[in-house]
C-alpha cells in the first residue's frame, strides 16, 4: 500500500517561500515510507534529522511571518508547532532507546503515520487559515 503524499494546490498557503518548505516536509515524510518499504529501520534514523532540521528553519520562518502579518491566532499555532516538537522528541527518544529491532520498526511506523497525519491536519486546516492574511 502506498502511504507517500502527492503535493496539490489546495495545500498551499500562496507564499511560495512557505510553499516550498512545505513541500520539503512532503520530500520527508515520503523517504520515510521508502525507508520502511525497504525494512532499512537503521536509515530510518535519518528521517528524525531532517524532521530537527525542518523544525529548527521552518517553524521560526513561518512563526515570523505570523506575527509579520498580524495573524490574530499566531500564538495557537506556535503552540501546535510546539506540541509537534514535543511529541517528535518523545518518539525520536523511544526510537533510540529501543533495544531491539522490532521495537525500532514499529515506532519507525508509528513516527511515519504521525509525520503524514499530523502535516495534512496542520496544513490543510491551521495554514490555511492563515492564507487570506498572507495574500492580502
Known sequence: MDKRVL?????QVGYAPLDEEHKSFIDIIN??????????????????EWIDEYIQSHFPHEEKILIEI??????????????????????????FNAEDMKTKEKLAFK???????????????RDKIYKPYLVR
Open 7 to 11: 503535493w496539490m494546490s489546495n495545500m
Open 31 to 48: 523517504q520515510s515510507y521508502i525507508f520502511l518499504a525497504r525494512q532499512d529501520v537503521l536509515g530510518f534514523e535519518r528521517v528524525f
Open 70 to 95: 498580524q495573524f490574530p491566532d499566531s500564538l495557537s499555532h506556535q503552540e501546535s508547532h510546539h506540541r509537534f516538537k514535543e511529541n517528535i522528541e518523545e518518539l525520536k527518544t523511544l526510537f
Open 111 to 125: 513516527t511515519a503515520d504521525y509525520i503524514k497525519a499530523w502535516f495534512l491536519g496542520h496544513i490543510l486546516s
